[in-house]
């Protein structure tokens, strides 16, 4: 090929009018969309910075879904009183992907063009690409892994789910309740959600007297074939499955692939979303006595004295006529509990700017969290105290349904073994100040 | 060309704030495309050149927060190393060749990748590396440059993007270039003409992962953290959906591709409020310009022109034969 072709190839004038034309339509599409949407001012715009597509959209696209339900409802009532006047509560939404510069992005636009006061985030990959942006605008973000917290993110709070550390909950429970089992194995993915997750299931088996059979078996998160690391987890012949926080898209197969190779013994994991998947995939009898952690919010237990969720039977209810029974997770009602706290807090600043609610949230050390009042905590672990946590459910599937057994303290059970927690946490790199 | 420089320059003006954020990210991912052109020259596709990039982004990472380099330096030894990984890679690769190759470099990245997973120090472990310095803010009384802001950092990232540009066509363009196109048409005719195969691939493979480099250092000193997740083969399959969607045979193919693909996915489909259907937009349009446009983008200009001539030319023949 001669260089005279290759200039045929590729002419100068060629060149400089494509990538001309290039730039003149980004920046016609750039022009033609609207730069900032604004709220009237009877409305308060929460933004909704998590992954709506993509492997984790199953812990972010509920939660909108379900907060689109808490909007309806504030909303009819008349919306949030603060300051002696009514606002109405409107969601906008972001697609992160779980990707940390599309948090970035994700969150200048929230702040700077739509104006929003609170912004809630799945969090773990994502929070550090929204760092920066909290700390430059003072905005108070929320996550539902506390793992993200750090004395530098003072603007950052845990107020719902403790992940991982309400998964403790769970193996104490089975420990009281299934004593005989006495081993176990375990796997996870491995990245930023699994790991720490991993170090407190060790922390909870050991102190439950309960052995592990081997060292958790951590799978690249591009895992698609299950078979082997089932095989794997099977051949220590483990009282006890521990599918630590797999994705849904993980725990799916893993248990296919429990029951096809046989395995009949307890399975524990801190989610089951979409678990009446599984049962048509397995068997009924097979998810017999599965625990995890989230419960169907038409369960007659969270109807009981202490439980802050407001109507969780009828939320529950709205969510599966709008969306479909099969479509509650794990998040659905996460984000919409975290509203809760937030509009609690807001009337009670008699303001919705970030600093005043996030004084008002923790004014007394206490905070009606989903499931009875809690504690602002977390110094030992993260480093502050920006995780509020109380009680959490341990749900078990009965008969093709999951039903709350107990609700155990968190509280309770560090105050007994933290020193176990932070030895796992320390050896496995997830303390707040072993991160990069 | 100044045309372009213009408007260039006016672009992050007429943009919103977040929309300047995504022409920040989007100048990065030029350069990523463009480096992998040059290494595609040669007649191989690699798995492995996200994964290049995010050793740029580590190395430079690491260099500023570790050890003090300033940032400005530590991008460049960032790229530096980056390179260094690529010839050091190339001896085991470049003993295969096509589908071997690829699988070979897939293998290769993830081997990096697993490494970064592995050991929390210093790599920060799954959740890799946060904080990152940042670009040295310019403070000179008279002048005062803050890169956080997306709009200037957009201007620093397209300085030094244009000047790799330059550099990554002026190679294309000479003798070497040449060698390159030869050995992907024509390998064994070129060794029997006395050309090191071996050797310009190696070439070939070290120049593009140094600017892979470069844009890994961009990223991860303007976004502030990186993990293995940000540099795994579901962000390859962008890197080569952008080189499809735009055509590979000219300089500009690739970066048409990503321009487009980055505007239609990441501001218009948005604007739209389209989000949870992107997905499936975006990979509608995919199928739709392979089948209809397999040669990519590219070939869009010269198929209008021809077409334009075409009825032209028999718009003037119907006037003749009028007259």
Redesign the interface.
Known sequence: MSRKSLHRKISRRKFLGTSAAAGAALAATGTGLPRVSFADSHTIKIGFLAPLTGPVAAWGKPGLDGCLIWADWVNAKGGVSIGGQSYNIEFVGYDNEYDVAKARTGATKLIKEDGVKFIMMLGGDTWAGAQPVAEREGMLFSTLLPSDLSPDSTTLVAPCEVHPIYNVTGVEWLAENKPELKTAAMCAQDDALGKPSVATYLAAFEAAGIEMVDAPLFFDPATTDFAPVMTRLMAGNPDILCLDTCYADYVHPLCEQAFQQGYQGQIISCTADFYQNIIEKTSEEFMEGFIFQFPDFDDPALNSEGINFVNPNEFYAEYANRYGASAWGAVSWEYASIMDLWADAATRAGSAEPAAVLEAMKADGTGKHAFGTADWWGTELFGIDNALVGNWPVVVIEGGKARIKAFKSIPAWWDQHKDLMIKHMTDLGQMWNQQG | ?V??FA??A??PY??????Q???V?LVINVLLVSSYRLLTLTGEWSLGHVVIMGVGAYASALLAKRLGVPVPLSMLLGAGMAAATAAILSFPLFRMKGFYFLIGSFAAG?IIR?IW?RF????????????ID?FPDIDAGFLSIDF?E?VNYYFLALIVVSASLFVLYRI??SRI??TF??IH?QDRLAESVGVDTFRYRTLAFVIASFFAGIAGGL?AHY?????P??F???QMVYVLVWAVVGGT????GP??GV??LT?VNE??L??LGL??A??LIYGAILILSVLYLPNGL?SL?PRLRARWQRWRGGSAAARREAT
């Open positions: 060309m045309f372009l408007a260039l006016v672009l007429l943009l919103s704030y977040s929309q954020e995504i022409a990210l993830e697993l997973k929390t120090d210093p790599f920060g472990g799954p959740k890799g590396l946060k904080r940042p956080y997306p294309e363009r270039g040449l196109h030869a048409w990223y976004v502030g953290a990186v993990n997740t940000r795994s083969v579901d045979a000219t300089f500009y970066i048409l321009i487009v505007v501001i218009v948005r604007a989000d949870t992107r997905p590219e200009g």
